[in-house]
């Protein structure tokens, strides 16, 4: 159980176009999922929490209109990184977190991850 | 200040050996979680271990046990038994808050770990 799975599990794409992501929770509900960015041999950096029907909530430095996320379902989120351009070029994770694995206030891992996409951008 | 600090960028351990990687956090919230995530040169994020800061005992799964010092405020991962397979990129993270709370994981610099024969 606790499967998220992301497509593409990688793309490349010329300058200037818009990429999609997705990310699905295959056998769980999530009303949160979150999108991080790893640059090569650096550590993730959460650049959003999306939560199912609301918008989404972006860390300091990140540009709500070039990552657009949308969480219109209880089991997928989208990032759509728009007008790419090289130093965009990164690997994309998400993590969704479980419904009901999260409820009750008790505390253990809740949040499980996507096999993550590699966009290139040339 | 850093909240999760990883001070091995890179450990090397011999092939049936243990081995013992840092991580200090700091917090000022009393309930919090600290996990330990393992990712291969695949990039997937696999999830070894969790301890959370009410637990009396010291997390163990299988050959992964957490060395949990509150008042240090570290939680070392230590492998056991290292294998080949084991070589890989470990980061530690921390939840602040219980779960319910739209508390994030903030994650280490990571460590890198190679095993040899």
């Known amino acids: 159980g606790a499967v998220v799975s992301q497509h593409p599990s990688w ?79 990164s690997f994309y994770i998400c993590s969704a977190r479980d419904l009901w694995r999260s409820a009750g206030g008790s505390s253990y891992n809740e949040q499980f991850f996507g096999p993550g996409t590699r966009l290139t951008v040339l | 200040a850093q909240k999760i600090t990883q001070t091995q960028p890179g450990m090397f351990v011999q092939e049936k050996e243990a081995v013992t990687l840092d991580c200090t956090y700091d917090t000022s919230d009393p309930s919090y979680g600290l996990f330990w995530y393992k990712q291969p040169s695949s990039g997937e994020m ?7 800061s009410y637990d009396q005992q010291n997390a163990t799964e299988g050959r992964y046990s957490l060395n949990f010092q509150k008042a240090r405020k570290s939680a070392n991962l230590v492998i056991s038994a290292s294998q080949l397979g084991d070589s890989a990129m470990y980061f530690c993270a921390m939840r ?17 770990l190679q095993v040899t024969l």
Request: glycine content about 8%; charged content about 20%; proline content about 2%.
């Open chain 2, 46 to 52: 696999i999830f070894l271990i969790y301890q959370g």
């Open chain 1, 11 to 89: 793309v490349i794409c010329k300058s200037g176009t818009s990429v999609k992501i997705e990310c699905r929770s295959l056998d769980f509900q999530a009303t949160t999922m979150f999108w991080y960015r790893q640059f090569p041999k650096q550590s993730l950096m959460l650049m959003a929490t999306s939560n199912e029907g609301s918008k989404a909530t972006y860390e300091q430095g990140v540009e709500k209109d070039k990552f657009l996320i949308n969480h219109a379902s209880l089991t997928l989120s989208t990032l759509t990184v728009t007008s790419a351009h090289p130093e965009d070029s």
């Open chain 2, 96 to 112: 602040e808050g219980l779960t319910g709370t739209a508390s994030k994981l903030t994650f280490g610099t990571g460590t890198r």
